[in-house]
């Protein structure tokens, strides 16, 4: 009986620890990425295997981010540089433009005001 009692109090000790191990949420690493034979560039934080948190994309035809991602998407404050010369800093949502923010041409022009699933809705 002694016996039974021990292995069920080690059984229920076993389930405790693997249910914490599992709950425990994973924590965020600064990592560096190169994919696609060195076409694309990561440096920053991950989590689960996507950007996550602060980083630096950089692609072959030299367009850039700098700014936060969630899941692998633009999600908050960045700016990305088109190799054209055209840039926009402000909020990201889902890896495109939405919220305040200003989008400069290469000619220099300034829009800004707020975005909405990538396009200018309200010019300021």
């Known amino acids: ?3 039974r009692t021990f292995l069920e109090i080690l059984t229920v000790m076993f389930l405790v ?5 599992s ?6 690493k600064n990592a560096h990425y ?6 694309i560039s990561y440096d920053g934080s991950m989590l689960k295997g996507k950007f996550n948190g602060y980083g630096k994309l950089s692609l072959a035809n030299h ?7 969630k899941n692998g998407q633009f999600s ?12 926009y800093k402000g909020n990201f949502n889902a890896g495109v433009p939405d919220g305040s923010g200003t989008l400069t041409t290469a000619n ?3 829009y800004s005001g707020t975005f909405s699933k990538g396009e200018l809705r309200h010019a300021n």
């Open 23 to 28: 709950l425990t949420t994973p924590s965020k």
């Open 1 to 3: 009986m002694k016996r």
């Open 108 to 110: 220099h022009k300034k």
């Open 63 to 69: 367009d850039r981010y700098v700014g936060y991602f």
């Open 76 to 87: 908050g404050k960045g700016t990305f540089t088109s190799h054209q010369n055209w840039q």
């Open 34 to 39: 190169t994919l696609d034979n060195n076409k």
């Open 17 to 21: 620890l693997m249910a914490t191990y």
